[in-house]
C-alpha cells in the first residue's frame, strides 16, 4: 500500500472512490492496484476495517459465485463437444452408407441403361428385317 501527499486535510487524487474523511482510495499507475490512504486523524478505523472486511466478503463471493459459473460453463462445453464430436461420428457414419448406397444404385443405373441399349438394338433389328418383307 503506498501513501499520497496530505496538504491541509485534503488528499490529491482522492477522486469518486472516498469513503470517509480519513480513508480514501484511487486507482494506482497499474490497473490491478488501488492506492488506499488512511488519515488516523480524521477516521475512526475500526469502522473502516470493518468495512473493509465486509467488502472483501463480497468480494470473495463473488469470485466463488465466479469460479462456480465457470465450472459450469466448462462442463457444458465439455458435453457440447461430446455431442458434436457423437455427432460427426454419425454424420460420417451416413456418409459413408451412402456413398454406398450410390455406388451400389449408379452401377444399377449403368446396368439398366445398358439393358435398354440392347434392347432398343433388338427391336430396331428386328422391326428392320419385318419391314423389309
Given at each position: 500500500?503506498?501513501?499520497?501527499?496530505?496538504?491541509?486535510?485534503?488528499?490529491?487524487?482522492?477522486?469518486?472512490?472516498?469513503?470517509?474523511?480519513?480513508?480514501?482510495?484511487?486507482?494506482?499507475a497499474?490497473?490491478?492496484?488501488?492506492?488506499l490512504?488512511?488519515?488516523?486523524m480524521?477516521a475512526d478505523?475500526?469502522?473502516?476495517?470493518?468495512?473493509?472486511?465486509?467488502?472483501?466478503?463480497?468480494?470473495?463471493?463473488?469470485?466463488?459465485?465466479?469460479?462456480?459459473?465457470?465450472?459450469?460453463q466448462?462442463?457444458?462445453?465439455?458435453?457440447?463437444?461430446?455431442?458434436?464430436?457423437?455427432?460427426?461420428?454419425?454424420?460420417?457414419?451416413?456418409?459413408?452408407?451412402?456413398?454406398?448406397?450410390?455406388?451400389?444404385?449408379?452401377?444399377?443405373h449403368?446396368?439398366?441403361?445398358?439393358?435398354?441399349?440392347l434392347?432398343?438394338?433388338?427391336?430396331?433389328?428386328?422391326?428392320?428385317?419385318f419391314?423389309?418383307?
Open positions: 500500500m503506498a501513501t499520497n501527499s496530505h496538504r491541509g486535510g485534503d488528499f490529491y487524487g482522492a477522486g469518486p472512490y472516498r469513503s470517509r474523511e480519513g480513508l480514501s482510495t484511487r486507482p494506482a497499474s490497473s490491478d492496484e488501488i492506492q490512504r488512511i488519515d488516523p480524521h478505523l475500526d469502522d473502516e476495517i470493518i468495512g473493509l472486511r465486509k467488502h472483501v466478503r463480497q468480494l470473495r463471493n463473488v469470485a466463488q459465485e465466479i469460479e462456480s459459473e465457470a465450472k459450469f466448462n462442463d457444458f462445453i465439455n458435453q457440447l463437444q461430446m455431442t458434436l464430436i457423437k455427432a460427426k461420428a454419425g454424420v460420417k457414419n451416413n456418409m459413408r452408407k451412402l456413398n454406398k448406397s450410390i455406388i451400389q444404385q449408379g452401377s444399377n449403368v446396368m439398366h441403361v445398358v439393358l435398354f441399349a434392347l432398343c438394338f433388338c427391336v430396331v433389328y428386328l422391326w428392320s428385317k419391314s423389309r418383307r
